[in-house]
């Protein structure tokens, strides 16, 4: 395979440990109501978008958890709060690190993370966020085994965005001068990497629960898989409960 060239997978070889030198970074905000889920809001109240991104994050973390020997941290949004107490509510154990994701776009905040934690030691790292829960830990899995092959794993998104950015060492050129928030990220990103001569694989497109239509192609997945995300699968039957109940 040329460097460069997408495909949906790495080795077909998956160990069932990762090695300890992998981390893991989950980027997310508080679940305070007007802050997140913004967009939904209007098909959903402020309160009902907040206990929706709480859900999402819950599955989220739950599901990294059980992604193996991987160092993983929890970063909130600038003017979060006390991340460390905000961690025990969600009843984090002791092997996650907790931190703040600093200042600046998302660009800037993937870079930090990233410098740091090549700095201190890690071979690989793979960045998600909380809008994709469903992706289920094959595909973080999946992420890491890309980089045995690849400088870089990208998970393309619905939007023309990524919902997973993992890499084997530190490019700054991934992010920067990328159109944050547009749906032009995604080949944004594959322009840097194409200047900089950096490899890259991409897993399957998935989508991020951002908007309205993507909460009713949520809601249709869960039907489907409810064992995908349990906290979001409750979040659904509480929210379409309230609703009859108005009616």
């Not at 508080?30 to 999402?56: I, Y």
């Not at 025990?88 to 200042?103: A, E, M």
């Not at 998104?157 to 997973?164: H, M, S, W």
Request: charged share 25%.
């Amino acid at each position: 395979m040329e460097p460069g060239a997408p495909r949906n997978s790495g080795p077909k070889h998956l160990p069932t440990q990762l090695p300890a030198r992998n981390q893991i970074l989950v980027l997310t905000k508080l679940p305070r109501a007007g802050r997140v889920k913004t967009r939904l809001v209007g098909t959903l109240s402020a309160s009902e978008a907040a206990q929706l991104h709480r859900a999402c994050l819950q599955d989220t973390l739950r599901m990294v958890e059980t992604c193996g020997d991987a160092e993983r941290w929890l970063l909130l949004a600038a003017g979060s709060g006390n991340a460390r107490q905000f961690a025990h509510r969600l009843g984090l154990g002791r092997h996650w690190r907790v931190g703040t994701q600093g200042r600046g776009s998302l660009g800037d905040r993937l870079a930090r993370a990233f410098r740091r934690g090549f700095r201190e030691g890690a071979e690989r790292i793979v960045a998600v966020g909380s809008d994709s829960p469903w992706m289920g830990v094959e595909r973080l899995r999946a992420a890491f085994r890309a980089l045995v092959d690849a400088d870089v794993v990208l998970g393309p998104a619905a939007d023309g965005g990524y919902y997973l950015v993992g890499t084997r060492r530190f490019l700054p050129e991934l992010f920067e001068g990328i159109p944050w928030g547009s749906e032009r990220v995604l080949a944004a990103t594959l322009r840097a990497l194409r200047r900089c001569g950096a490899s890259w694989l991409l897993l399957p497109r998935d989508f991020d629960l951002d908007r309205p239509a993507d909460l009713r192609r949520a809601e249709r997945l869960l039907l489907a898989r409810p064992e995908l995300c349990p906290a979001l699968r409750d979040w659904f039957a509480r929210w379409r409960s309230a609703r009859s109940s108005l009616r």
